[in-house]
């Protein structure tokens, strides 16, 4: 197999690798990144879940890094019609240069990783959504200038958005406050995970999680997959909303987020989703930006270390000695001319 790295979760990059991401992102977005990393590439795209705003930002950002994107839903591949994953994987790694997948199990792109000898980057499964975490990071860096000592609070249900918070705050350090109804809970392993890293709770009251927030961050309550439970949902979700009341528990300059699509009067108020606190535009703009920096990093081999400082070689010491010489030479010469002058005087 070809060695190659994915994304599947947050946690398969360092922090410093995620914070490199973030500054690529930036370099993007400002168009101050001129390169082309991924001309006469392929991304193939696989689409068992519908999407609006994942389809746009992977195939515009493939397309603004000079690669062709290929849409794939259930109908263009044998998925459907029961071609094992492993084969689908194998037959693409053959034709293509990264693949990206948006579906329902998480297993299953766990598996289509394993065959693959490209890069996979998820782009959602019911377990995970890392592609849409880190666009919401960037926006808090865009928006608060660091996430690095900040509160976010997640009210809601504890669906992929918060296992992929818990995974970010676990390699990122920063405080994390969960809101969920009782049986709606977050991965347990997750949670746990995260718990033994940075500072992480969970409680059953929204008002504890958004005290002192600096980030407001919720979903729809019935996500895609869940509609047959929306009437039980929204009685076990009712006083989950993020109102100008709750908005008003957290921080003065606190941001509220949102990964849309979004339901005013259930999960958010139209007060605060198009109020002035709202960056949910700007976060969804950062998807594409976000995921450019991973194609590029994963696919068209950007580097993400951190630069070191270049070690003097042997000859730029002896050349930076030479010119100090040479300087306390001149200064030397110029002070004694003066002094010879003051003396014939």
Known sequence: MRPHRDFLTITDFTKSEIDALFTLAARMKSGRYKKRPLA???????????????????????WQLGAHSLFLSPRDVQLGRGEPIADTARVLSRMCDGIMIRTFAHGDIEEFSRAADIPVINGLTDAQHPCQIMADLLTVNESLGTYEGKRIAWIGDGNNMANSWLDAAHRLGFELRLACPEGYDPDPITLRRAQKHTKVMLTRDPREAAEGAHVVNTDVWASMGHEEERAKRMNAFSGFIVDNALMARASRDAIFLHCLPAHRGEEVSASVIDGPQSRVWDEAENRLHIQKAIMAALMGGESLETPRPKKATAKAVTKAVTKAVTKAAMTAAKAASQRAKSRRR
Do not use: D, H, N, P
């Open 40 to 62: 006469g590439k392929a991304l193939a795209m696989i689409f068992t879940k519908s999407s609006t705003r994942t389809r746009v930002s992977f195939e515009v950002g493939a």
